[in-house]
C-alpha cells in the first residue's frame, strides 16, 4: 500500500495568515491526488483533487501543488472556518489511502 | 441537491454483526461507484470498501476483508455495509462516500458503530 505522511500534524495559527500543509507519498502517484477538509463532528469535505483542481464551490484561497512524491496545500488568508483538520489521499493505486491529518488550531 | 444519508449504527458486541445503509439522492446513483470509509474515535480516515455502479466489482481492505460483504440496490438508491465479526478495532464514524474515479466527492454525515462487551 502506498503510505501518504502528513506534516505538520499541528499548525497554530491567526485568521489572515498564510498556512501551509505538506503531504508526501511513499511512491510516486503523478498528480493523483485529494485534499479534504473536516470540522469538528462534521464529514470531511473535498476540496481539491488532481492534486490542484479546485472543487465547486470552494474558496479561492485554497490551492495545491505537487506531482510525484511531493505535495502542498496553502490557504492563502486563514478564515475562521478554516480551523480544521486536513487530509490528503492518493488515487492512484488500490487501495485509496490517507494521511494521517493536519490540524489547523489558533 | 446531492445527499447521501447513512444509518445502522449500533452498539454490539464482540463477534456481533451489524448492517448498515446509505441512502443516495439528487444524482444517479447507479452511474457511480461507492465508498465506505470509517474514522475510529479522535483518529484518521481508513478506506472501508467500494463498489462499483453496476454492482459487479467490489473491493476492500484488508482488515475487513472476510468479515465486510459490500451491496447496493441501484432501484433504491441504497448503498449497504454487512459488518460480521465485529472487532473492538472496529469501532469507529463509518461515513458513505460518492466516488469519482477514487476521489470521494460526496460525504455523509456518518453512523456511528461501537463494539464492546
Known amino acids: 500500500d502506498i503510505q ?77 472556518e478554516d480551523f480544521a483538520t486536513y487530509y490528503c489521499q492518493q488515487a492512484h493505486s488500490f487501495p485509496p489511502t490517507f494521511g494521517g491529518g493536519t490540524k489547523v488550531e489558533i | 441537491e446531492v445527499q447521501l444519508l447513512e444509518a445502522g449504527g449500533d452498539l454490539v458486541q464482540p463477534g456481533g454483526s451489524l448492517r448498515l445503509s446509505c441512502a443516495a439522492s439528487g444524482f444517479t446513483f447507479s452511474s457511480y461507484s461507492m465508498s465506505w470509509v470509517r474514522q475510529a474515535p479522535g483518529k484518521g480516515l481508513e478506506w472501508v470498501s467500494a463498489m462499483s455502479g453496476g454492482g459487479g466489482s467490489t473491493y476492500f481492505a484488508d482488515s475487513v476483508k472476510g468479515r465486510f460483504t459490500i451491496s447496493r440496490d441501484n432501484s433504491k438508491n441504497m448503498l449497504y455495509l454487512q459488518m460480521n465479526s465485529l472487532r473492538a478495532e472496529d469501532t469507529a464514524i463509518y461515513y458513505c462516500g460518492r466516488l469519482s474515479v477514487w476521489y470521494h466527492d460526496v460525504w455523509g454525515q456518518g453512523t456511528l458503530v461501537a463494539v464492546s462487551a
Open chain 1, 4 to 80: 501518504m505522511t502528513q506534516s505538520p500534524s499541528s499548525v497554530s495559527a491567526s485568521v489572515g495568515d498564510r498556512v501551509t500543509i505538506t503531504c508526501r507519498a511513499s511512491q510516486g502517484i503523478s498528480t493523483w491526488l485529494a485534499w479534504y477538509q473536516q470540522n469538528p463532528g462534521k464529514a470531511p469535505k473535498l476540496l481539491i483533487y488532481a492534486a490542484s483542481t479546485l472543487q465547486s464551490g470552494v474558496p479561492s484561497r485554497f490551492s495545491g501543488s505537487g506531482s510525484g512524491t511531493d505535495f502542498t496545500l496553502t490557504i492563502s488568508s486563514l478564515q475562521p
